[in-house]
């Protein structure tokens, strides 16, 4: 049996790659061994903690209106290129589009279509080996790989069925493709090599036994009623749902469902979680005035539609701790949480869980919640809109704080 122990130490270490400029982290971090081998990490705050970056702005692309191609419709995908420009999965226009490092448009590949390099459902943007663009597309039933200037060099038959929804698959190390996949009640993990031929699958948490039905009326985060012949489920405001995110190395992080405490998990498929990362930030409350306006705007939609009181208690009082989980290029973890002023910060952590800084977007940057920021060396690709809603790309440069 391992020693038990708890090492308290400052979290001091430089920030490389991700836009340290000299600053450190003031936070205190505890590290605990258990018995098992997993590895506990408490980071504590400061009293007065402030953000240690800021991101400066220094390019922005997109436009209100107009037929050319920075009007960006629904964005479903982002990915940092070499040199400081970036490409994009306008997933409503079915067209993937290259940007240089100063705004300018390069390329755009594919349109709505079957024929080679088009698409019928691009949901998602990855960046393989060679900076190659891998686009997977559920209703043609495959991967399609681009060169960012070149544009189509070929595609894999891949019958995935996620019609409709945001890509939750990774690139790992260069040379598979991991892809959650659920069926009934069952939670697999499957694996691809870059030709699209399944390797290997592994049970994933929430697997339950092949012939358990699923049961819609027994489920933490939604509200639940019967219906004539069918059943309504509504999503519970201000619900922590689990947020979960596969590496480029295939280790998965993650938040608990239900929880809206500030912990998240590191673990390998099929195996055991391995670090626990815990920080102690305040918990941020839903304001009175704004859980009561939801629940009021739920009450009015149940009583026209001749549905009763739900329990109006499950609805949260604070906001779940964990909004989005995400690493830079050089494999630091950027874990999105609320802000007491009702923005939005980004702490970052070392690959074993020590806080490094924090960084928030700042006015004028209003993240779109469907897309991940991107960071690599010290700049960082945002997926922002305007009060039009309009999808921008920011690029910005990570800056010490003041």
């Known amino acids: 049996m391992r020693p038990r122990g708890t090492l308290p130490v400052v979290a001091s270490v430089a920030l490389?790659?991700?836009?340290?400029?000299?600053?450190?982290?003031?936070?205190?971090?505890?590290?605990d061994t258990l018995p098992s081998g997993m590895v506990h990490v408490t980071n504590i705050p400061p009293a007065e903690a402030s953000p240690t970056w800021a991101l400066e702005e220094e390019l922005r692309v997109g436009s209100m209106e107009g037929p050319g191609p920075d009007a960006f419709g629904y964005l479903h995908g982002l990915v940092a290129l070499d040199g400081g420009g970036f490409a994009?999965?306008?997933s409503q226009a079915q067209e993937l589009r290259v940007?240089?490092?100063?705004?300018?448009?390069?390329?755009?590949?594919?349109?709505?279509?079957?024929?080679?390099?088009?698409?019928?459902?691009?949901?998602?943007?990855?960046?393989?080996?060679?900076?190659?663009?891998?686009?997977?597309?559920?209703?043609?039933g495959r991967m399609?790989?681009?060169?960012?200037?070149?544009?189509?060099?070929?595609?894999?038959?891949?019958?995935?069925?996620?019609?409709?929804a945001t890509w939750n698959?990774?690139?790992?190390?260069?040379?598979?493709?991991?892809?959650?996949?659920?069926?009934?009640?069952?939670?697999?993990?499957?694996?691809f090599d870059l030709t699209m031929t399944q390797v290997d699958s592994l049970p994933l948490p929430g697997d339950g036994p092949e012939d358990e039905e699923f049961d819609p009326s027994d489920q933490p985060g939604a509200f639940y009623q019967e219906m004539g012949g069918g059943y309504m489920a509504y999503s519970i405001p201000f619900y922590a749902q689990e947020v979960r995110y596969i590496d480029g190395r295939g280790v998965f992080w993650s938040s608990r469902d239900g929880d809206p405490a500030y912990r998240i998990k590191r673990w390998q498929p099929g195996g055991d979680t391995t670090l626990i990362v815990e920080t102690?930030?305040?918990?941020?409350?839903?304001?009175?005035?704004?859980r009561d306006s939801v629940i009021d705007m739920m009450r009015r939609m149940t009583s026209n539609m001749g549905v009763g009181e739900w329990d109006w208690s499950?609805?949260?009082?604070?906001?779940?701790?964990?909004?989005?989980?995400?690493?830079?290029?050089?494999?630091?973890?950027?874990?999105?949480?609320?802000?007491?002023?009702?923005?939005?910060?980004?702490?970052?952590?070392?690959?074993?869980?020590?806080?490094l800084g924090t960084t928030s977007p700042g006015p004028g940057l209003n993240l779109l919640d469907l897309v991940a920021p991107v960071v690599r060396g010290e700049l960082a690709w945002l997926v922002v809109t305007d009060e039009f809603d309009v999808n921008y790309v920011v690029r910005a440069r990570i800056m010490p704080a003041g």
């Open 280 to 290: 102690r930030r305040p918990p941020v409350p839903v304001p009175t005035v704004e």
């Open 88 to 90: 994009i999965l306008d």
């Open 144 to 164: 399609s790989v681009f060169d960012p200037e070149d544009g189509f060099i070929e595609s894999f038959p891949f019958a995935d069925g996620n019609f409709n």
């Open 16 to 31: 490389i790659g991700c836009g340290d400029a000299g600053s450190r982290s003031d936070w205190t971090t505890l590290r």
């Open 314 to 355: 499950r609805v949260p009082t604070v906001r779940p701790a964990v909004e989005d989980i995400f690493a830079s290029y050089e494999g630091n973890l950027w874990v999105r949480t609320p802000a007491p002023d009702g923005g939005v910060l980004f702490d970052v952590y070392s690959r074993d869980g020590a806080h």
């Open 99 to 140: 940007f240089g490092a100063d705004g300018a448009h390069i390329a755009t590949h594919g349109r709505s279509g079957q024929g080679p390099g088009e698409f019928a459902d691009a949901n998602g943007l990855m960046l393989g080996p060679g900076e190659r663009l891998w686009v997977p597309d559920a209703r043609n």
């Open 169 to 191: 698959g990774a690139m790992v190390d260069g040379s598979r493709i991991y892809r959650p996949w659920r069926t009934r009640n069952r939670a697999l993990l499957r694996v």
